[in-house]
């Protein structure tokens, strides 16, 4: 033990005390916890010494504070050396660290989560930390126009994940200065070797090709380390981001694994621990507090490169009016969702679009007219569209992420990491199943209704028309978590009056009469096709109770429940969707759950591998059309 | 019309007339269809009549000959564009040009799908097609050794996709100079200005940094196009991809809408299509074939840069033979999963495997050290390993592709695409579920059922022994389509005797008597917690039926619905996954589907955000081990 109180106003040689103080509190804890990445720590130990002791702008009293620095760990499996941090500013207890470490009911997880209020974003799936960053530093840049840096700690094996790329291109795009990213070259990965090793050449004409500005360094020079990130600091006067490469080694500090491809994500036995803490020189317990943040205000207001001029008529207060779609006139949900963003833009500053190079189809360029400083194209990355979303969202914006629902199954990954976040992220797709026509299956959306539905927390809706899409816009920007709107290429007729309700959770009764035989739900395309064919079972004298399932997630139970009572169990779902995981198994769930009993009910989904045609002829050709509602229905009464 | 006949041996003068038939053709379908994209075709036209003319070794009255070069539009929207190449070649008729172009039933769909036999792979969700040609180059270095050449279109809106550069990185990695991207730099995307423009030197400096040979050239100069192929072809002897990036212009040849932002994926009304045609020359009926595949033998068997040392055992052809794991000895199914794919690999040269640097996690490392030519590491890059898996089984290999199952998630846009190719691609997770324990949310696989069950064609195994994963590794080399295997970090008991069969869409029923009160349903880790809850609720007199559904998708139908005949419909389901669309899902949907009355379903599944913890505390806390699983079928039998 060499020092108590809180330092701050660090020299080197403290930190280079610090850095051997991470590496023995990295290799206590996960000895202490049977498992974690002591090794992965080791290399980059030196980085976050110098990082937190001298450059870190961050108070740790107050994780909110809206100056702060952020320091995100992309390399997620190094929560030790992270953890280490926390305690060596004193924000987390020698108690907590030994013992909550990877415990059952703590908040120390093998991956950083935000349970933690000094961490931002979940990682632990590789690739993901940075293009987050690049969200924050999109906040920090262009919407809080505060003097904050964005710290990000990168893996050298995740920088083979193209999202590293996506986000190093948006970074320099987006000219973000205020982003640091700290890539920790120990040439390792999990099983051996990565693809480049060490070769920072390699690595440097790669991300300088990306427009970063790039600095070699070796990790485990103090002094180049420091000057490194001075340099960056400094760097966030100008226009492009800072890549600093460290040539690190893996364990490094305890000789028996330094450089060894034997000793990833394994704690190390006592006795071997207790090698390693001899040699590091045993247990410190180094209180250290570095920079505190410089308090300011939002600085002027900076135009970013991909802003769309503001068109006059988005000027006009009036263009902020909740727009109205008269019942019976056709509309595409799309573009109501377009209309009511913009609506919903112009009463809450907080909400911010973003789309993958369609807006001009999901309808996201409306909102990209009418508050252009609010609006970020993030061109054909799907998986950088829902990470900068996140990262948004994470500083307390409201992020509506757009693109065809298709291509949100890119993102997948990213969904699922931002559910582990708790960020509040809104998606949208369009173009949704094969009403879409003449594109063909890659463009059709067919398994996204199952994709979201299955993200924890997740909300799920699927308008069929103007109103309901707007109302839910309108409601997507309260809702927590993961939600997703469904839109439909195609224009079809407005089924509700202006000001209608529609509840997350709720559910519609379109048609409905003392007779009714059967129950048929739709939502989306085919609440128009469940429509049309009560049309036609009505002609043949069988009357039928329409439901419009708008929220698929949750769903109404209740409402059903009352139809599925109301018609004997008969009930017809009819989705746009394949079979799995979509709008039926919503329905069926919620009925068997429900407990309800003597349920006939018929499924009507895309079956098939689509090809090319128009939107009638695939509705049919999938049996989805109300032509097949009807027959399925009337085969329901018939048994 | 200026000639006809088939012309070979041709000149630049009639590649130049060449290029004006595709523009002219590919404005005419389009304009028939009444949809399509034909200026992203026009600015293509020029590479396109050069390669297929002087340039593409291919015999196109016989698509599948081994020596075939590839051609992958990875711009699968200049759909246009590719078939005008196929009706100049004389693959495809005037009349299905001008008929079938994005009509129902016909096989010119909007993107291309290998329903046309020249076409390798779908395309149309952008920057899969170079992933995936990867995969088709991988086969021709290193499997078939033959001397072909994989030639890659793409758009340049796609090159933000990170994708692209997984793809590059791989493509350099492996030293496939049979690949040669052709990247068309119009620099208009759908709906305005890529990120880079016409920067050419900056995308080339990102091409060479990731490793390729570069050359840059004006994309409509057909000398230069002509020379930049030619050398591209002979890069083939060296170890770099070749990338040529080319200056084109959107919508060249037809002076209304070149370089215009506002047509994009429209197609031009007949009056303006009849300017452009006039304006282009007008129709041509020019047929021509360029050069034949040179005929050859597999060359050398080449070692690749990630070949692992193969270890003697496995050079014993006892080691393949096929595992055997004793009934109550445990073992972990990741690690059968290893054992069988060596096994499996002696008996099939065509099986290979491919991991995301976690193989000796997942077990592929066994694979790797038996048969290190048939493996191929694909590093932190889930997308390019999903991708090389797709472009191996379309060149007619069984491909196997491991990783842990949450990381599957990063790849489901190219899962589902790679349905659409029809690709038969096995895919196995590791590491499912909260029974993974201190890593935490991030590693778990809870959306990993619901994700692969949507998948158009797939398969989705889930087996709880070795012996069952041994024999469903068996039966996934049959599979057609996308098939998923999931598997277990724990090791458990075994269950079954060596020599059980274990059909897809079957299921075994482990404990029966005639009093069964309620069945349990697992699979995986759940199905050892419900064999232990049955244990539970014998010592209280309730028995209880337990199946093992190993086989989620299809699922066993006829013997759930005994089962539930046979409890009176009492069933309890337990799954490590989300509630939506997994196991419960399956079990749920099959026994509606089949009009089973009476239902009363408990399905236990995650619900909450886990944290770390170990194994058996985040079953309890989940409520998906013996002790919640035996509480529900007491509360069943009580109500």
Tied chains: 1, 2.
Excluded at 54 to 59: F, I, M, P, Q
Excluded at 103 to 124: C, M, N, S, Y
Excluded at 564 to 580: K, N, Q, S
Aim: with cysteine; net charge negative.
């Amino acid at each position: 033990m060499t020092t108590t109180g809180i330092t701050s106003d660090i020299s080197l040689d403290v930190v280079a005390d610090l850095a051997a103080q991470l590496r023995v509190d990295s290799i206590r804890s996960s000895t202490s916890a049977g498992s974690g990445h002591p090794t992965s720590s080791m290399s980059a130990a030196d980085l976050l010494a110098a990082l937190v002791a001298r450059h870190l702008r961050y108070d740790w009293d107050d994780p909110r504070l809206p100056v702060n620095d952020h320091l995100i760990f992309s390399k997620g499996h190094a929560s030790p050396l992270l953890y280490s941090v926390f305690r060596a500013v004193g924000a987390v207890s020698e108690d907590e660290l030994m013992n909550g470490y990877r415990r059952f009911g703590q908040r120390l997880e093998g991956h950083p989560t935000p349970i933690l209020p000094w961490v931002d974003v979940a990682t632990g799936s590789l690739g993901q930390g940075l293009p987050d960053g690049v969200g924050v530093a999109l906040a920090g840049r262009y919407l809080d126009r505060l003097p904050y840096r964005v710290w990000v700690l990168c893996g050298d094996s995740e920088l083979a994940e193209g999202s590293i790329w996506e986000a190093l291109d948006k970074a320099s795009y987006y000219r973000l200065s205020n982003l640091v990213v700290i890539a920790d070259i120990n040439r390792l990965g999990q099983r051996g070797p990565t693809d480049l090793g060490w070769e920072l050449d390699a690595y440097a004409r790669r991300a300088e090709a990306f427009g970063a500005h790039v600095l070699v360094i070796d990790g485990h020079d103090l002094d180049a380390v420091d000057h490194a990130l001075a340099e960056a600091a400094d760097n966030a006067k100008g226009t492009k981001p800072t890549v600093i490469l460290a040539r690190t080694i893996k364990g490094k500090g305890f000789s028996e694994v330094e450089d060894s491809p034997d000793w990833h994500g394994k704690p190390f036995p006592p006795d071997m621990a207790e090698r390693a803490i001899a040699e590091l020189g045993g247990v410190r317990e180094l209180m250290i507090r570095g920079p505190l943040p410089v308090p300011a205000e939002p600085g002027p207001a900076a135009e970013h490169p991909s802003t769309i001029p503001r068109q006059r008529d988005a000027e006009n207060p009036a263009s902020a009016q909740w727009p109205a779609y008269p019942v019976g006139d056709k509309v595409a949900t799309r573009k109501a969702y377009g209309d009511a963003l913009v609506a919903l833009g112009g009463r809450d500053q907080k909400v911010v679009a973003l789309d993958g190079e369609v807006s001009n189809s999901t309808h996201a360029d409306e909102f990209a007219h009418a508050y252009p400083e609010r609006y970020f194209e993030m061109f054909i990355a799907e998986q950088q569209l829902v990470a900068a979303a996140t990262g948004l969202a994470v500083c307390g914006y409201k992020p509506f992420a757009s693109t065809f629902a298709a291509f949100l199954t890119r993102a997948y990954d990213f969904i699922r990491m931002g559910s582990i976040s708790g960020a509040d992220v809104r998606l949208v797709g369009s173009h949704a199943g094969v009403e879409i026509g003449a594109d063909g299956p890659s463009q059709m959306a067919l398994e996204d209704l199952a994709m979201l539905r299955a993200v924890h927390g997740s909300t799920v809706l699927y308008p069929a028309d103007g109103t309901s899409t707007a109302a839910l816009v309108d409601a997507m920007a309260g809702i927590n978590g993961i939600s997703y709107l469904r839109t439909t290429r195609g224009a079809y007729p407005g089924l509700y009056p202006d000001g209608e309700k529609f509840p997350v959770g709720g559910s519609k009764v379109l048609r409905s009469g003392p007779g009714d035989q059967v129950t048929l739900i739709g939502a989306g395309v085919t609440l128009h096709e469940c429509l049309r064919a009560a049309d036609l079972l009505v002609r043949v004298g069988l009357p039928v109770r329409v439901v419009d399932c708008y929220s698929v997630k949750p769903v109404d139970t209740a409402g059903l429940v009352a139809a599925a009572g109301a018609t004997a169990g008969r009930i017809v779902v009819a989705e746009d969707h394949h079979p799995e995981g979509g709008l039926g198994s919503a329905v069926a769930d919620a009925l068997l759950a429900a407990g309800q009993q003597n349920l006939r009910i018929t499924r009507l989904a895309v079956r098939g591998m689509p090809g090319s045609g128009t939107g009638p002829e695939l509705l049919a050709w999938a049996g989805i059309d109300a032509e097949h509602i009807a027959a399925a229905a009337r085969e329901l009464t018939r048994t």
